[in-house]
C-alpha cells in the first residue's frame, strides 16, 4: 500500500533587505531539505526562520515544478492580494521605516512592526498599535521600556482618562502596550493586572423598517442604491463590503461571500432576491472589473465615501436621526429578531462567535414591548 505523502511547504511574501523575496517554510524533512538546497541561490534567514529566494516569475514557476510529487504546496497566503486582508502587509508598514522625524523622537521598534507583520494582523490595527504605543514611549523617553512598571502605565492610563479619553482608546492603548511586552518581549502577563475601564452598557442604535426604505429610496444612482441596500440586507460590516469582488456574490446559491472578516473568520449571509436584480442593472451600467464596487481607475471604493453616500440620502430624506453604515446593519440583526428568526441564525448571519454578542438585539427589539400595556392606561384619565 502506498504511503500518505504528507508534505507540505507554505510561500509567502518577505521583503528582505527592500528587496522581495519568496519565503518557503517548512517542518524538517530530508526530501524537501535536498529539493530546496537544489534551488538557485537560496538562503536562509534566521529572522523569519525559513528558505527564501528572489521573487521572480522564474523561481516561482521553478518551485511548483521541483516539489511537484513531492511536497504540497501551500500557496493561499502567497496569492491572497486582497488589499486590505490580513496577509502579510510589509510593503504598507515600510512607511514606518522611511519617515522623517525629529532626532529626538522614540520610534516604534522594528520588531514591534515586524511582530504585527508576522502575525499577519490587519493593516488598520497595524496603524492603530504603531501609532499609540509610540505616543507611550515617548512620554517615558527617559526610561528604557523593561523598567517601565504597572504603577507608571496605571499613572499614564488615568492622566488619559482625565483628559477625556474614550473607553474604546484606552482598551487600545492597553492592547498596544500589552503587545510589546507579552508578545514581542515574549513576557507572559507582564501587566496582567492592569485594570481596563469598565465597559459602558450602550444599546445599537437602530432605524425602523419605514426609515430604512426611505434613505434607500433618497440614494442618487444605482450604484449608490446597491451600496446602502447590500449594507442592510445582508448585514455587512463598512470594510465587509468594501471588500467584496465580484466572485462573492454567489447567484445560484443565493448568498454573499464574506472572505476574510472580522477576526480572519470568512462566512455566509443572505443575498436578496431584490438587491440581486438592482446588482445586475448596476453591472450593465458601471461594469467594475474586480471588486463589486470601485472607485477610480478600479480601485477599491473608500469607508468614507460610504458614509458620504448614506449622510446625503439622509438629509434627502429628512431624516433627523444620525445614521451610519454600522446602523444599517444593527437594524438588520434587530428587524430579523422582531420577524421571529431564531438569534442563532441571526448570529451566524452576522459572525458572531457567541450568541451574547448577538443578545443584545433583544433588548431593542420592540416587537414584545408592543404587546405590554402601560399601567396609565389602567387610570382612565380621559
Known amino acids: 500500500m502506498k504511503q500518505k505523502n504528507n508534505r507540505v511547504i507554505t510561500l509567502k511574501h518577505l521583503l528582505i533587505r527592500e528587496e522581495k523575496q519568496i519565503g518557503i517554510k517548512f517542518y524538517p524533512d530530508k526530501i524537501v531539505q535536498t529539493v530546496v538546497k537544489g534551488l538557485p541561490e537560496v538562503k536562509w534567514s534566521k529572522e523569519f526562520n525559513m528558505a527564501y529566494i528572489t521573487n521572480t516569475k522564474k ?53 514591534y512592526i515586524r511582530k504585527l507583520e508576522l502575525k499577519q494582523y490587519a493593516l488598520s490595527t497595524c496603524n492603530t498599535y504603531i501609532n499609540l504605543f509610540e505616543v507611550f514611549i515617548n ?21 488619559l482618562v482625565r483628559n477625556g479619553s474614550s473607553h474604546s482608546h484606552i482598551n487600545q492603548v492597553i492592547n498596544s502596550i500589552k503587545f510589546y511586552y507579552e508578545v514581542v518581549l515574549e513576557m507572559p502577563n507582564r501587566f496582567y493586572s492592569i485594570e481596563r475601564p469598565i465597559k459602558k452598557e ?48 454567489d447567484s445560484r446559491r443565493m448568498v454573499v461571500n464574506i472572505i476574510n472578516g472580522k477576526g480572519g473568520k470568512d462566512r455566509l449571509t443572505i443575498l436578496s432576491q431584490s438587491v440581486l436584480e438592482e446588482l ?9 472589473e474586480t471588486y463589486l464596487f470601485e472607485g477610480i481607475k478600479g480601485k477599491q471604493y473608500s469607508g468614507t465615501s460610504i458614509s458620504k453616500i448614506i449622510n446625503g440620502a439622509c438629509k434627502r430624506a429628512k431624516l433627523k436621526r444620525k445614521i451610519t453604515p454600522h446602523t444599517l446593519r444593527h437594524s438588520f440583526a434587530t428587524h430579523l429578531l422582531e420577524a421571529g428568526t431564531d438569534i442563532r441564525y441571526i448570529q451566524t448571519l452576522l459572525g458572531h462567535s457567541s450568541t451574547q454578542t448577538t443578545e443584545i438585539y433583544t433588548q431593542v427589539a420592540i416587537n414584545n414591548i408592543k404587546i405590554i400595556k402601560s399601567p396609565i392606561e389602567m387610570l382612565n384619565l380621559k
Not at 510529487?69 to 514606518?96: C, D, M, P, R, T
Not at 512620554?139 to 492622566?159: A, C, M, P, S, V
Not at 463590503?241 to 465580484?246: D, E, Q, S, V
Not at 445586475?280 to 467594475?288: A, G, S
Open 202 to 249: 450602550t444599546l445599537p442604535k437602530v432605524i425602523s423598517l419605514e426609515e430604512v426604505g426611505e434613505l434607500i429610496k433618497h440614494t442618487n444612482n444605482i450604484k449608490h442604491r446597491c451600496i446602502v441596500s447590500l449594507l442592510y440586507s445582508a448585514g455587512l460590516r463598512r470594510g465587509e463590503l468594501i471588500n467584496l469582488k465580484l466572485t462573492d456574490i
Open 139 to 159: 512620554y517615558f523617553k527617559k526610561w528604557e521600556l523593561t523598567q517601565i512598571d504597572e504603577e507608571q502605565i496605571r499613572g499614564y492610563l488615568q492622566k
Open 280 to 288: 445586475r442593472e448596476y453591472f450593465k451600467v458601471w461594469q467594475p
Open 59 to 111: 523561481n516561482l514557476d521553478l518551485i511548483f515544478n521541483d516539489f511537484r510529487g513531492v511536497a504540497w504546496i501551500n500557496s493561499g497566503i502567497f496569492f491572497n492580494k486582497k488589499s486590505n486582508s490580513k496577509g502579510n502587509e510589509s510593503n504598507s508598514l515600510l512607511h514606518y521605516e522611511q519617515r522623517n522625524l525629529p532626532s529626538n523622537y522614540r520610534v516604534c521598534p522594528k520588531e
